[in-house]
């Protein structure tokens, strides 16, 4: 009876000893397997060479817009508007006979407005008059007919002229010649880094251009205009492109 109860002790002893054993072997293998497994799932770092490409390119611009018109006053909104009528239509045949196409003006503004006037200090205003103003904006394709176009303007009636725009009609030509720039510059930056720290300078890995910043930078000089008119100044314009270049290390 008593050897009986001790053989089953042992028994339970043993199996619960070999359970023990396999519950420590289990943890050891969830605790090292996973953090093996991430260690060998990390990718090696890749070298890179990273820098700014600027090129700029300068360029006459070919067209002009100015803006112009008149602004006349009268007692009355009709008289104002008659008035208006009159000298804005010499100032049209102006501009046609400076060879100004009818599809090159624009009116920009017309408005009617009433001018009050105050007697004096706390007292109500009152109404003298009214305002016209007729404004048109004009695209001159003769950039060089800007300062004559503009004394004709103001010999025919006009109370104001000037707004002077220079623009130009196709830049995309221009800008992918300062791109070019851009990517010369890039090349040679990234050479020069790349022999001053021993390595050697592989393939373009990526490019991405700026485009934050304003293509045209203005760079005026003058030109020659008509003899007599007003002297413009059309200048040139800038164009700059940066870029970002990522190079590889050649390995």
């Known amino acids: 009876m008593t050897e009986s109860h001790s053989t089953d002790a042992v028994a339970v002893d043993a199996g619960r000893y070999a359970f023990l054993c396999a519950t420590a072997i289990f943890c050891v293998i969830v605790a090292v397997g996973p953090a093996?497994?991430?260690?060998?799932?990390?990718?090696?770092?890749?070298?890179?060479?990273?820098?700014?490409?600027?090129?700029?390119?300068?360029?006459?611009?070919?067209?002009?817009r100015i803006s112009g018109g008149v602004t006349t006053r009268a007692k009355t909104a009709k008289e104002a508007s008659e008035a208006n009528a009159k000298a804005m239509a010499s100032v049209m045949a102006a501009l046609q006979s400076a060879g100004v196409e009818q599809k090159d003006i624009q009116t920009s503004r017309f408005s009617v407005q009433p001018v009050y006037t105050s007697p004096g200090p706390n007292l109500e205003q009152r109404l003298t008059g009214f305002s016209v103003s007729n404004q048109v904006s004009v695209t001159i394709r003769q950039i060089d007919n800007v300062g004559d176009i503009l004394d004709r303007l103001l010999a025919?009636?006009?109370?104001?002229?000037?707004?002077?725009?220079?623009?130009?009609?196709?830049?995309?030509?221009?800008?992918?010649?300062?791109?070019?720039?851009?990517?010369?510059?890039?090349?040679?930056k990234a050479e020069l880094y790349a022999q001053a720290a021993g390595?050697?300078?592989?393939?373009?890995?990526?490019?991405t251009e700026d485009s934050s910043s304003p293509p045209f930078a203005p760079k005026m000089a003058m030109r020659s205009v008509a003899p007599g008119a007003a002297p413009i100044?059309?200048?040139?314009?800038?164009?700059?492109?940066?870029?970002?270049v990522g190079y590889e290390i050649a390995r």
Not at 172 to 184: F, G, I, N, Q
Not at 199 to 206: D, P, S
Not at 237 to 242: F, P, S
């Open 156 to 188: 025919a009636g006009a109370t104001n002229a000037g707004d002077v725009e220079f623009l130009h009609l196709d830049t995309s030509k221009t800008l992918d010649r300062a791109r070019e720039a851009a990517v010369v510059d890039a090349r040679r």
């Open 199 to 207: 390595l050697t300078l592989g393939a373009v890995a990526w490019v």
């Open 36 to 64: 093996a497994r991430a260690d060998d799932a990390k990718p090696a770092a890749e070298a890179r060479i990273i820098v700014i490409g600027e090129g700029s390119v300068s360029a006459a611009p070919n067209y002009a």
């Open 233 to 244: 100044a059309t200048g040139e314009d800038t164009l700059q492109v940066r870029i970002t």
